[in-house]
């Protein structure tokens, strides 16, 4: 069977139908990730929220009939993303916590319900008018059989040039200190290091001065 690569697979807006492969490939991918450990229905219904709220910054990769890559996000930054998550999948995370009565015994799950509930409380505010012209890169991922083929590069050249089209001056995103060939990529794309916290490195990249407006000035550095 024919592996998919950047010259047979599509990069389309991501649609309710594609929830289900999309979860899967996330939950395979970080196994060990915070949100992760509250199962495959709280990330489905976190790519759910992705598609209703900003469906022009959903995308997919798809081969054949199979979702093969996924990339979202939104404006604003992180904060608000897990603040608006918080709230949609109230009911998925509440499920999550139950089912896995072990997370209490470990510190990253303590840390995650202490911060699911302050999530909670803060949520459902407005955009911040200073985060209208920032967008942030949610999360990205490829199917490991497809990886190392251009794909993760062409998601996410793909998401970029829509941000830019929308209007944005800056686009964030993080990364943990250990993936690599994530890391790679964003820097081939000419992101940059704002911040390292622990295992958290943070990424931002600015609108190119070719689509800048005359007369602009540059946007500052996101922090």
Same mark, same amino acid.
């Given at each position: 069977m024919m592996q998919p690569d950047s010259t047979s697979t599509k990069i389309r807006p991501m649609q309710l139908s594609d929830l289900d492969q999309a979860a899967a490939i996330h939950c395979d991918l970080f196994p060990d990730a915070p949100w992760t450990f509250l199962g495959k229905g709280f990330i489905r219904r976190m790519f759910h929220w992705a598609v209703v709220s900003y469906p022009q910054?959903? #995308?997919?990769?798809?081969?054949d009939q199979a979702i093969v890559g996924y990339v979202f996000g939104l404006f604003g930054g992180?904060?608000?993303f897990r603040q608006q998550v918080s709230r949609y999948a109230y009911a998925q995370a509440l499920w999550g916590f139950l089912s896995h009565p072990g997370l209490f015994s470990r510190r990253d799950g303590v840390i995650l319900w202490r911060s699911f509930w302050k999530d909670?409380?803060?949520g459902g505010r407005k955009l911040p008018r200073q985060a209208?012209?920032?967008i942030t890169a949610a999360f990205m991922g490829v199917s490991a059989?497809?990886?190392k083929k251009g794909l993760g590069n062409l998601c996410m050249g793909? #998401?970029?040039?829509t941000a830019w089209g929308l209007g944005a001056r800056t686009?964030?995103?993080?990364?943990?200190?250990?993936?690599?060939?994530?890391?790679?990529l964003y820097e081939r794309r000419g992101w940059y290091i704002t911040r390292e916290e622990g295992e958290n490195v943070y990424y931002a990249l600015q609108r190119p001065d070719s689509l800048e407006p005359a007369g602009s000035s540059p946007p500052a550095a996101a922090g």
């Open positions: 910054l959903a #995308f997919v990769a798809q081969s992180y904060r608000y909670l409380r803060e209208e012209k920032v059989p497809a990886q793909t #998401f970029e040039q686009l964030n995103l993080y990364t943990k200190a250990s993936y690599l060939a994530a890391r790679r």
